[in-house]
């Protein structure tokens, strides 16, 4: 147990390595992390197991596994679990309660996104009891857009839809639901929540990069920060509009900061993170190799054994059968 909390803390810490700017590598290094980590168990079953010519030996207080902190961490997991089914039970009520869109806002978004109106009037869908759009975790995936979205203006408008849309192309709400469960069961590693904060800022920011491609990052971020202050105004009279708690949450400050960062990537940064993703690679496989199986060979005990069974003086024993023999 101690080397895969110490192999996954080592593989967690291997992704974050990765730099913010390269934000594609950095987004597939904390994906498969997070998949070589869950792996990991299997994937060192899978080496050849270690053998050691040596009798085992039964220490007392090394094999009594105190069952105070897998208790604990027990009721972490249920409790995560609790909340994530309640949370997500919720999201699917939303979805059974929303409407169809209007012909109007069919139009309105097939124009903005380029899209059939088969694959806008059955993948998004209006709710009157949100107040912030969310890609819904489905299969297909799915939007929900707030009742009030037709009063926003028509460059947020565009910018929320794309936004959306690409959190759908990109599965990040059942990648999220995975994220999550993955954190329900390292609740107890900080590491692992920064790195499910990482990968939500990297989401985020893949999704903001496709909402601006028609206009500047200032001005996207000028109308993030009108949307937060307007939401921010809603809530303090008292709105009461259901506010969906997300299965991943992101930071309005950390994706502005990304929007406006200037500099491009370089040939240097592509093969820094080239080679970023293949230290993780053999990362994972030097932890896999380290937590191999461990058998203990019986052959230097039965060789004890026989030694030990055998008479020192063979011809003395041979001296008195001949004796006994005569008699």
């Not at 009037?121 to 009030?148: F, H």
């Not at 329900?184 to 989401?203: D, Q, R």
Request: net charge neutral; glycine share 4%; with cysteine.
């Amino acid at each position: 147990m101690l080397w895969y909390i110490l192999s996954s803390s080592l593989l967690m810490t291997s992704a974050l390595l990765v730099p913010s700017r390269l934000i594609s590598f950095r987004r597939r290094a904390l994906e498969w992390s997070v998949i070589g980590i869950v792996s990991l168990p299997w994937l060192s079953h899978c080496l050849p197991e270690l053998t050691i010519q040596m009798e085992p030996t039964v220490n007392a207080v090394a094999s009594w596994t105190p069952p105070f902190f897998l208790i604990l961490w027990t009721l972490g997991v249920l409790i995560g679990l609790t909340k994530g089914v309640k949370q997500y039970q919720q999201l699917i009520h939303l979805k059974e309660q929303a409407r169809p869109l209007e012909p109007g806002e069919l139009d309105c978004i097939r124009q903005m996104l380029q899209l059939d109106e088969h694959t806008i009037s059955s993948r998004i869908l209006v709710n009157q009891r949100i107040n912030t759009p969310m890609a819904l975790p489905s299969s297909p995936g799915s939007v929900l857009l707030p009742e009030k979205w037709r009063h926003w203006s028509p460059t947020l408008q565009k910018a929320v839809l794309k936004h959306e849309w690409h959190h759908v192309q990109q599965h990040d709400a059942l990648l999220g639901c995975f994220m999550r469960v993955f954190l329900i069961l390292f609740w107890f590693n900080p590491i692992a929540w920064l790195l499910v904060s990482s990968w939500v800022a990297t989401c985020e920011h893949e999704a903001d990069l496709a909402a601006i491609s028609d206009e500047g990052p200032v001005s996207y971020a000028n109308e993030l920060l009108a949307f937060a202050r307007e939401q921010s105004l809603h809530d303090s009279a008292g709105s009461h509009d259901l506010c969906v708690p997300a299965f991943t949450r992101s930071k309005l400050a950390v994706r502005i900061e990304l929007l406006l960062a200037k500099g491009c990537c370089s040939r240097q940064d592509h093969w820094i993170g080239g080679l970023s993703i293949m230290a993780l690679i053999l990362g994972l496989l030097g932890c896999a190799w380290f937590g191999r199986p461990v058998t203990f060979s019986d052959q230097m005990h039965e060789e004890a054994v026989t030694r030990l069974s055998a008479n020192a003086f063979p011809s003395d024993a041979g001296l008195s059968e001949t004796r006994a023999w005569r008699e």
